[in-house]
């Protein structure tokens, strides 16, 4: 069964940092592609960032380039998004997605920027 599972998220300060994990299970994870979307308190689904199954593209939505990097390690089976310079506008929570046709979603892991 394939299955993702995020974790590293918390509380931060502003201008603190997070990296979030997103574990893959149950499939051959290096042939797809790894997307991350976050969802705020009272808002919907805001796509942020996607790479290429082997890494040779990243994209980013425009209020989190610069500030955000996404990494994966196919050996390892693992996706990562370095949060850094976080504001209080961050606070969501993050999901890792594979689109697919037959879409895998983490679970989500919780980001809170708050002084």
């Known amino acids: 069964q394939a299955q993702l599972v995020d ?9 603190g940092s997070l ?3 997103c574990a893959a299970s149950g499939f051959d994870f290096s042939r797809y592609g790894v997307h ?21 593209r990243v994209y980013y939505v425009d209020s989190v380039e610069g500030r955000f990097a996404i990494s994966r390690d196919n050996a390892k089976n693992i996706a990562y998004l370095q949060l850094s310079d976080l504001r209080p506008e961050d606070t969501a929570v993050y999901y890792c ?8 979603w983490g679970q989500g892991t919780r980001v809170t920027v708050s002084s």
């Open 97 to 104: 997605v594979r689109f697919s046709g037959d879409d895998v």
């Open 36 to 56: 991350w979307v976050r969802q705020a308190p009272g808002k919907g689904l805001e796509w942020l960032s996607s790479i290429d199954n082997d890494q040779e």
């Open 19 to 21: 990296r979030l994990s």
């Open 7 to 15: 974790s590293g998220g918390g509380l931060v300060q502003p201008g």
